[in-house]
């Protein structure tokens, strides 16, 4: 199985108990803390491990075994490109056989007055874009010192990415990733009774694509039943980035094996006999590698529309789905990071007025030259035009928006229209040295993608975390508000708890709790309403460019991408 070494792991554990799971007995680490013990159990099988053959196949159920299997160690991650930050983070070692969760649960019983089904369960599906990352790179001991001991159990999971998991053609499964997903949202539904979890109170969370995740598991019949609560953090599906045309999937599937050397004819042009010859390493993606953010701002291998999964259109899977209660929310400058990842010679502002436009394309606007001046005078209003700074500031903006926070807000204000309990936030503490050494190409410092997650597991995704005083009360401030959510559906707390954050009604959905250090507090105006400009401003050219005998709700460029087709 994965090893990773005992160095990559946190401070002196003993062994846990013995659990009893359906496909057969584990046993973990137990850490200790001043309110009792947390057991991890690390590199648990959910699937079957998808080698040769299974290559490019649904997951199946695992293999069951009878002799105590030793679940000490994170197993292996989905083989993809690194990043030099990442090999100094000492996460898993890579493999193919990566279909593994890890379970962190309280040694102690749940107070029967406050949980008497059982522990909270709280599922996350770590991000990076489809094609990298894994749950190693959020680690153990700090989940289970600043979340578990709040009276939660936190589920981490491995699905398999990039070529392995989000692949198409017409001879293999679309979206295997998000099978994977749901393949271990299954097992924690049939399995956390053992480790005193509710199977009838589980929230899924993620960041990122790890939040657009959430989001499609609350569309797919296949997955929605199996939870009760999300939280999709900077990322859903109606964001700009995590979805594509199958066609588009399949030509770079296509384009790929034929750079490895598939030579396609009449009688075959599926490339995927071929790429199952090849060894894993070969197959190994990334953002920034081999495969890579496209033209359109968008990533190369996502999930599509595969009419199995998703049986139905994204819109009408949207309208059908059992409400849930939700959180989401953003970073502050969530384009900061991709600004600051831009190639050395981009120039900012044109590429950011490109954005605008190859946006808008996308609609079919006809005069798209007007809501592009109205849109760039929005941005750059109470500018200097000779300031990189302000320019900087600007271009920042026009990412953040088209990127994640238009579809972001749009998620909250659809969700709150259709019946969904919705709380929206936007995460605006911290700490420069976050981003270590990354932290110098930020144009300016604020919170952006990626902040609020050290804030979370109390561990850093880019750099290491070395929380100050002000650090350790933002971890008990942001922690506080996702355990309250898990166990008692509401963020606040169970009343007489003060009830500072408000869900959204409809009509009303730009507001907002602002998370930042002693200013935690309710806000109107969400981004200053862009994202609800920018809808208007499409809108209404949309419907003045309509033909008399074409009128109806939405055109068919705006259902097309509510969809996911565009």
Not at 20 to 29: L, V
Not at 291 to 317: A, C, E, H, S
Not at 326 to 334: F, L, P, Q, Y
Request: aromatic share 10%.
């Amino acid at each position: 199985m994965g090893a990773v070494t005992s160095r990559f792991l946190s401070p002196s554990w003993s062994e846990s108990k013995v659990i009893s799971t359906a496909p057969g007995p584990i046993k973990g680490r137990k850490y200790t803390f001043p309110k009792g013990s947390v057991e991890a159990f690390l590199g648990i099988p959910y699937a079957k491990q998808p080698l040769k053959e299974l290559r490019f196949q649904k997951p199946q159920k695992p293999d069951p075994w009878t002799e105590v299997k030793v679940c000490q160690e994170f197993g292996h991650r989905c083989p993809h490109e690194e990043l030099l930050l990442e090999k100094l983070n000492n996460v898993a070692e890579k493999g193919e056989d990566c279909l593994h969760l890890n379970v962190f649960a309280p040694d102690w019983s749940p107070e029967s007055a406050e949980q008497p089904d059982g522990f909270a369960v709280m599922v996350f599906i770590h991000g990076g874009g489809f094609s990298v990352h894994s749950s190693s790179h959020y680690g153990d001991y700090g989940i289970c010192e600043v979340l578990c001991t709040k009276d939660v159990i936190v589920v981490t999971i491995n699905y398999r990415l990039g070529f392995f998991g989000f692949s198409a053609g017409d001879d293999i499964p679309s979206n295997i990733g998000l099978w994977d997903q749901t393949m271990a949202l299954q097992w924690v539904r049939d399995n956390i009774h053992a480790f005193n979890g509710n199977p009838n109170n589980i929230t899924v969370f993620g960041q990122s694509a790890g939040g657009a995740s959430v989001d499609f598991l609350t569309l797919s019949p296949h997955s929605q039943n199996l939870f009760k609560k999300a939280i999709p953090m900077a990322g859903t599906a109606l964001c700009s980035f995590p979805h594509n045309e199958k066609k588009h999937v399949k030509q770079v599937c296509i384009d790929y094996a034929v750079k490895q050397g598939f030579k396609p004819t009449k009688e075959n042009e599926s490339p995927f006999e071929f790429l199952r010859t090849l060894p894993a390493s070969a197959l190994e993606c990334g953002i920034f590698g081999s495969t890579k953010v496209n033209r359109n701002g968008k990533l190369d291998l996502t999930p599509i529309f595969d009419g199995d999964f998703f049986p139905k259109p994204f819109d009408q899977l949207r309208k059908e789905a059992p409400t849930k209660i939700i959180m989401t929310g953003v970073t502050e400058h969530e384009g900061l990071l991709f600004v600051a990842l831009r190639p050395p010679r981009m120039n900012v502002s044109q590429e950011a007025d490109r954005l605008i436009e190859r946006e808008l394309a996308q609609y079919k606007i006809q005069n798209i030259d007007e809501i592009k001046k109205k849109l760039t005078s929005i941005y750059t209003n109470g500018t200097n035009p000779n300031s990189k700074k302000d320019l900087n500031k600007v271009a920042v903006k026009i990412v953040s928006d088209i990127f994640i926070n238009n579809g972001a807000w749009n998620y909250a204000d659809t969700m709150t229209q259709l019946g969904h309990t919705v709380y929206q936030y936007c995460f605006e503490y911290y700490n420069s040295k976050d981003f270590g050494l990354l932290g110098f190409l930020l144009p300016f410092k604020a919170s952006t993608h990626g902040s609020e997650m050290p804030y979370l597991f109390k561990r850093g995704v880019i750099a290491k975390f070395h929380p100050n005083e002000d650090d350790l009360k933002m971890v008990e401030a942001f922690t506080t508000f996702f355990t309250n959510f898990a166990k008692h559906d509401n963020p606040n707390g169970p009343e007489p708890s003060p009830q500072i954050w408000k869900p959204l009604i409809p009509g009303d959905t730009l507001k907002y709790l602002s998370i930042n250090l002693d200013k935690i507090r309710t806000c109107d105006n969400l981004h200053n309403a862009r994202p609800l400009v920018w809808r208007s401003l499409i809108r209404d050219a949309l419907q003045n460019q309509e033909k008399p005998n074409e009128k109806q709700e939405l055109t068919e460029y705006v259902k097309a991408r509510e969809q996911g087709k565009l």
